[in-house]
């Protein structure tokens, strides 16, 4: 881990919130570990798609968290670790640094985020479509049934008269 990774992990807890109680099951723990992975890697290594954020937001998505609450965390945990790194680092190039990599992460948190969601849309969409489609068909088995019962109506009242 690069050293300036190594300084911002320590702000874990600050970044996390203590009321979070710290728990690795935090909502904001996927996010703040990206931000340390982008800064222990460097900077000049493309964000590029990072498979464990990515799984931690789809995970958070298929327990139910809505796209809202997990960007609000993206941005709780971007606003506490700029103040964080603006009081723990004195180097302003550091400074840019951690901030550059919050940034990159909390855009790459939204862009799943809308992936996901343009993905669910069109789910949504052919759920949709499938449903009409089964709607049609029943009217129309039902309108045939109709059909069949007046012609058998008819049928049984021509023969009764015979």
């Known amino acids: 881990m690069s050293d ?16 979070e109680g710290g728990r690795e099951d935090a909502p904001a723990e996927a996010i703040f570990e990206a931000i340390v992975r ?7 290594t493309a964000l590029g798609l990072d498979l464990t954020l990515h799984d931690a937001v789809a995970r958070r998505l298929a327990w139910g ?9 993206a941005d709780l945990v971007f606003t506490r670790l700029a103040r964080a790194a603006q009081r723990a680092l004195r180097d302003p190039d550091e400074e840019m640094l951690v901030l550059e990599a919050a ?3 909390v855009c790459s948190t939204a862009r799943i985020l809308g992936l996901a969601a343009v993905s669910r849309a069109g789910r949504d969409r052919a759920a949709t479509l499938r449903e009409e489609m089964a709607q049609r ?5 039902l309108s ?3 059909r069949n019962l007046k012609r058998l109506e008819t049928d049984v009242a021509q023969s ?3």
């Open 4 to 19: 300036l990774g190594e300084r911002v992990a320590v702000l874990r807890d600050e970044i996390l919130d203590v009321v």
């Open 38 to 44: 982008t800064l222990s890697a460097g900077m000049e």
């Open 65 to 73: 968290d809505t796209e809202e609450a997990i960007l609000a965390d």
């Open 103 to 105: 940034a990159d992460v």
């Open 137 to 141: 068909r029943l009217k129309e088995a």
């Open 144 to 146: 045939e049934q109709d």
């Open 160 to 162: 009764d008269f015979q």
